[in-house]
């Protein structure tokens, strides 16, 4: 299943952290972070709660970067 | 700007203002010089326009980021000022700022500019209330089958069927170009074109999310999501050149003084130091990592407001390198429809064969008739025409103005006893015998598009090697097309499945990263447009096959675009590659001057923010494609 998720970032690095750090939270299969139309597309494993899922992305991404919102 | 942009503005000016006067007071001696007073003061502005990024330093520490470049940048700055070099060091975190903003604002920007390049969103539709008001709805509302209104200057929000009215339509906001489109009752209209004249009353066909103009901006909106091979690369470097930076930094730190205690030389530690913390000033990525991916964006979005959708940065890079490029020819070069192309052997004046042969077709809706009478042009006086008598497979006879009249092919002309001469040139040929003498015949032809030979020159120009043509049509009509347009190479009589076939065998031939294009019309070619490396649908203006398919959608029909879609992605590969090579290069080139005390905090900081404002600066070019 794939989700597209409007996200808050301001710099381009800080976009492609965000990015590995989605790609590597359990539950997401892959992600892409689309800095210039600020949305990040993730697709989730198999049977994976996406709301569940992306509380843990969030975090991640808070962890890497503090001054990032993902708007679930 | 937005607020937070305005702020950091405010702290930018200030700190400035302040950095410039103590400076000054120091220089003209007016304050004398204590080290202590000095860092105090110099403390003030530094704190002014450094206080956010010191707090993200903090929090990326506690969060185990040790390369955050919010950590890099503080420990660059608190460095120089331990170092004493206080200027440099609240110059620094200001010329830091100043980049960041820049980007944001550039950033922001651009992407303002390209969604109005993109302006087809409609934000309404008009239904028509009881009292006759209209009404303004959300257009996502409106079910398929409601007749909505469109007063002139408005947007049509939902794609459908025109039920009442006259107008006509501006469609340069979906094909870059402004050729105005007449349209009336019965006729299709889709989203995003905008009502010049008359109001019309439009039945939608499809909900508005199926509406071109909303699949459309939905595609240009992801179209960067699919990456290129640039931003995969640049991606990854950025990972590891922060670190590898990061660890030189601290090796130059410490091992050229430990050196020199062995060698028993004085260890120069705040010299080496000071180098090292230049390498922290450099190590940031950021211009390549947001010049990259914003080049991608504004060639896409370039691209679309050219009428050429281009489905993702991947193609972009693939369309560039396009080297053999296949077409198919019937509704890509030509028109696909039929027109009267010539007129032969005419024992009368031609116009009069032509006006003959189309009254005696008048009654016929046959597409050759049509063409006929398309030929003619004026007005038909059917009561002139009498007897008529449709032969099968051959045409018809008729009696007009009294006289005997056979329209149709040789083989009518044989079953007549009539010698008819026959035509040299490709096509289909109706021959014309009048009260049983042969009267010449007339070709009629599929029409080359007009732009079709300066369409094949074009891609010559725009770097493709070997233009190939397929077609499912006959080899004489084939060859005949090709030579009209300068193409070398032909394949004929093909089906859909020997398309495929043959874009293999020129996917097999290719050399290097050259790339095999294929453009179409979306029409029975979905499989070919797959298979090649960059499948290109022309005209696709409300045909969802092509939309799905393809990977370029070329908006109106003329082949002129296919060049002019190289070169746009041309044009967009290079500056990506310039800016790739000129940021590496200064950085790298910083990164050598600042290890053998060349280069000190000032250059560093010009390498960071000055690469990033010219690399973002260019990446903008990409934007531009009109002259192209």
């Given at each position: 299943m794939k989700k597209s998720y409007k996200i808050e970032v301001d710099c381009a690095n800080c976009a492609n952290k965000m990015e590995q750090a989605a790609k590597s939270t359990e539950g997401v299969k892959d992600a892409v972070v689309n800095f210039m139309t600020l949305k990040m597309n993730v697709e989730f494993e198999e049977g994976a709660d996406p709301k569940a899922v992306m509380q843990q992305v969030r975090k991640a991404c808070k962890k890497v970067e503090d001054d990032c919102e993902i708007y679930l | 700007m937005n607020k937070k942009q305005k702020k950091v503005l405010r702290r930018i000016l200030l700190s400035l203002a302040l950095l410039a006067l103590i400076t000054a007071l120091f220089a003209l001696g007016v304050l004398p010089e204590n080290r202590?007073?000095?860092?105090?003061?110099?403390?003030?502005?530094?704190?002014?326009?450094?206080?956010d990024i010191l707090i993200k330093a903090a929090k990326g520490l506690r969060n185990a980021q040790p390369f955050d470049e919010n950590f890099l940048m503080a420990v660059a700055t608190v460095g120089a000022m331990a170092l004493g070099e206080y200027l440099e060091g609240a110059a620094v975190m200001l010329f830091y700022q100043i980049g960041e903003l820049f980007q944001s604002y550039a950033v922001g920007k651009s992407r303002r500019s390209i969604s109005q390049l993109m302006d087809i969103r409609p934000d309404y539709a008009n239904l028509p209330g009881e009292d006759g008001a209209l009404r303004q709805v959300d257009p996502d509302e409106v079910p398929v089958g409601t007749v909505i209104w469109v007063q002139p200057g408005e947007k049509i929000p939902i794609d459908g069927v025109v039920a009442e009215g006259q107008s006509t339509l501006d469609t340069a906001a979906l094909t870059g170009e402004s050729v105005p489109r007449d349209v009336g009752e019965g006729d299709e209209v889709i989203s995003g074109c905008i009502n010049m004249s008359g109001l019309l009353k439009i039945r939608t066909t499809r909900e508005f999310g199926e509406s071109t103009a909303s699949k459309i901006l939905d595609?240009?909106?992801?179209?960067?999501?699919?990456?290129?091979r640039q931003e995969n690369f640049i991606s990854r470097f950025a990972r590891i050149y922060t670190p590898v930076v990061c660890f030189s930094a601290l090796a130059l730190a410490l091992l050229p003084p430990l050196v020199r205690l062995l060698l028993q030389l004085s260890a120069d530690w705040s010299v080496w130091l000071y180098r090292a913390l230049t390498f922290l000033v450099i190590s940031c990525p950021c211009a390549l990592v947001i010049s990259i991916p914003l080049s991608f964006f504004a060639g896409i979005g370039g691209a679309s407001s050219a009428g050429v959708l281009v489905k993702g940065s991947n193609y972009m890079e693939a369309l560039a390198r396009v080297r053999t490029l296949a077409f198919d020819k019937t509704?890509?070069?030509?028109?696909?429809?039929f027109e009267v192309s010539g007129v032969h052997h005419s024992a009368m004046e031609e116009r009069q064969l032509l006006e003959l042969a189309a009254l005696a077709e008048s009654y016929s809706t046959h597409p050759i008739s049509r063409s006929l009478q398309r030929a003619w042009g004026g007005e038909l006086d059917k009561s002139r025409v009498s007897e008529v008598q449709e032969i099968a497979g051959r045409g018809l006879t008729a009696r007009v103005d009294g006289k005997a009249v056979a329209v149709g092919n040789d083989k009518l002309m044989a079953s007549f006893g009539i010698a008819a001469i026959p035509c040299r040139s490709v096509g289909t040929v109706v021959h014309v015998a009048v009260d049983g003498a042969y009267a010449g015949h007339i070709l009629i032809t599929d029409m080359l598009k007009p732009t079709a030979k300066e369409a094949v020159a074009a891609l010559k120009g725009a770097g493709v090697e070997r233009a190939v043509m397929l077609t499912g049509d006959s080899r004489a009509a084939a060859d005949e097309t090709a030579k009209a347009l300068g193409v070398e190479e032909v394949y004929s009589e093909l089906l859909p499945a020997d398309k495929v076939a043959k874009v293999e065998q020129l996917l097999a031939q290719k050399r290097g990263r050259a790339q095999v294009g294929f453009v179409g019309d979306g029409i029975n070619d979905a499989p070919v447009l797959s298979r090649a490396d960059v499948g290109i649908a022309m005209g696709a203006l409300?045909?969802?096959?092509?939309?799905?398919?393809a990977d370029v959608v070329l908006m109106d029909d003329n082949p002129l675009k296919v060049a002019k879609a190289i070169r746009i992605a041309k044009k967009c590969i290079r500056i990506v590659y310039e800016n790739i090579i000129f940021a590496i290069g200064v950085k790298l080139l910083c990164l050598v001057l600042g290890a053998v005390g060349l280069a000190n905090m000032w250059v560093a900081i010009f390498a960071d923010v000055g690469v990033m404002v010219i690399a973002v600066l260019n990446a903008i070019r990409a934007l531009r494609v009109k002259k192209l």
């Open positions: - | 202590w007073l000095k860092l105090g003061l110099y403390l003030i502005p530094y704190l002014v326009i450094g206080y595609m240009v909106e992801n179209a960067s999501s699919k990456k290129s509704g890509t070069m030509t028109q696909g429809v409300g045909s969802d096959a092509a939309i799905e398919a």
